[in-house]
Every structure is written in C-alpha cells, then in structure tokens.
C-alpha cells in the first residue's frame, strides 16, 4: 500500500491519500481521543500517536492535525498507522457511526429565507466543497440571518491561519455575486 501526503495551507495539518476511499459519503472529524474511541477504530488509533490533535475523513482522504510535534518525526508514525488499518480490514468508521455530511441538525434561517439558502447551500456543494476538499478540509452551511451566513470549518481548515482570507475574499464574494443579499460569511463552530 502506497499513501501520499501532501501539505495543506494549515502548516499543523498534513493530508494523507491511502488510494482508497475512506468514507463513500460524508466526513467525519474528531478533535479528541474521547471522540474518536468510540466511533472510529482509525481515528482512535491515530490519537494514539503522540502529538495528534484532529483527525478528519474526506471521501478519499485523511488530515490529521498535530500540536508540539515535528512532521519529520510524526508523518512515519502516522503513515504506519493508516497502513496498519486498512490492512486490518477494520471499517473506518464503527457500526452505527455515520459521516455528518447530511446532518441538518441545529441549521438555522427563517422559513422566508428558504430559497436563498438553497441556492448558498449549491453554491458550497459546487464550488466551494470541491476546492476546500482539495486543501484537505471542508465547510458545511450551518445557518443564514439578516444576510450573514454562518459556515462551520472542519478539517485542515479549522484554525488556519488562511481560513478567514478564504471566508471573506473567496466564499463571501462568491456567495454575494450569486445571492445579493448575503452581506457577510462568519465561522462558527
């Protein structure tokens, strides 16, 4: 098994691509030990190693988020770990477990508001997931009121130094080039 690396604007983040889909939908992240125990056995492991603080699966991809540690001592740990698992057969995600790509829960926007968030909603699932995707990362709708919308980070993106850059000069143009009304994008956790 052959998995690449590639580095993410967030220098704490490093993307690992085993050539293999590791979720077939959805993503899934983790920003404790405590989190991950329980619904990934892969997550769960990668937290073992010394210096992990995140973990996040893409469709075909994992980044994994360090603190207080070099890359040159952690990438082989790492990698040995994500080629240990999938050798193991073990599923990425525990029974029950599900990636939160669809889960709607706890949006929020005003029932007028319906169309406009459709439309923000296609603009992020088309043109804005895809790119974040390729940084490692993603940004899922979480919410709309009075022209502000509000975007939740996962992944390589969360706590990236570039990440507000990309807010405002890249989503929140966007979005306001397609629906006028969107005055400003916030991140929300």
């Known amino acids: 098994m052959f998995i690449q690396t590639e ?8 993307k690992f691509l085993p050539g293999k889909v590791v979720l077939e939908q959805g993503t899934a992240e983790f920003r404790s030990a405590t989190d991950a125990a329980a619904a990934s ?13 995140g973990v996040f699966f893409g469709y075909d991809f994992i ?14 740990a790492i990698l040995g770990t994500i080629m240990e698992h999938f050798m193991s057969g073990q599923p990425v995600l ?38 974040v995707a390729q940084d490692g990362g993603d940004i899922t709708f979480k919410g709309y009121r009075d ?12 706590g990236c130094p570039s990440s507000t850059a990309t807010l405002k000069h890249g989503v929140q143009k966007l979005l306001h ?13």
């Open 7 to 14: 580095t993410t604007p967030n220098p704490a983040t490093l």
């Open 41 to 53: 056995p892969l997550a769960a492991r990668l937290f073992a190693v010394p210096g992990v603080t």
């Open 63 to 76: 980044t994994v988020t360090k603190e207080d540690a070099d890359w040159q001592h952690l990438k082989p």
């Open 94 to 131: 525990a029974a029950g477990s599900f990636g939160d790509e669809e889960n709607e829960e706890g949006e929020f926007y005003d029932e007028g508001d319906e169309a406009i968030v459709a439309t923000i909603k296609e603009l992020l699932a088309t043109r804005v997931r895809p790119a």
């Open 147 to 158: 022209g502000r919308v509000y975007l939740n980070m996962k992944g390589a993106c969360s």
């Open 177 to 189: 080039h397609f629906v006028p009304e969107v005055q400003e994008v916030e991140a929300v956790m």
